[in-house]
């Protein structure tokens, strides 16, 4: 079982920078693949960005260019770094553990609000 904890969420203005912490536990973390997700109010939740046990990294469209995902398996955590951000990154930002083999993990949220 792995337990997934997010923090750095906040209120920032258009063009400010946060950045994101998922810190895990319970299992060995560097053989999961982690992933940061998102859901704004209506909308279905969507991929942001994934970085595989290896190291390799896949962001979505929208964000590419402006957030940055990377992960400490020392501290079992991951980070999402968000630059030049824009009132549509707006959302409750998920983090999901996804091992080799078995269930996926998720956790508990946590608010990005961009506005002025």
């Not at 020392?74 to 770094?81: C, E, M, N």
């Not at 968000?82 to 956790?107: F, Q």
């Amino acid at each position: 079982q792995v337990q997934l904890v997010e923090s750095g969420g906040g209120l920032v203005q258009p063009g400010g920078s946060l950045r994101l912490s998922c810190a895990a536990s319970g299992s060995i973390f560097s053989i999961y693949a982690m992933g940061w997700y998102r859901q704004a109010p209506g909308k279905q939740r969507e991929l942001v960005a994934l970085i595989r046990s290896g190291g390799s990294t896949k962001y979505a469209d929208s964000v590419k260019g402006r957030f940055t995902i990377s992960r400490d398996n020392a501290k079992s955590t991951v980070y999402l770094q968000m630059n030049s951000l824009k009132p549509e990154d707006t959302a409750v930002y998920y983090c999901r553990a996804s091992p080799p083999i078995g269930v996926d993990h998720w956790g508990q949220g946590t608010q990005v609000t961009v506005s002025s």
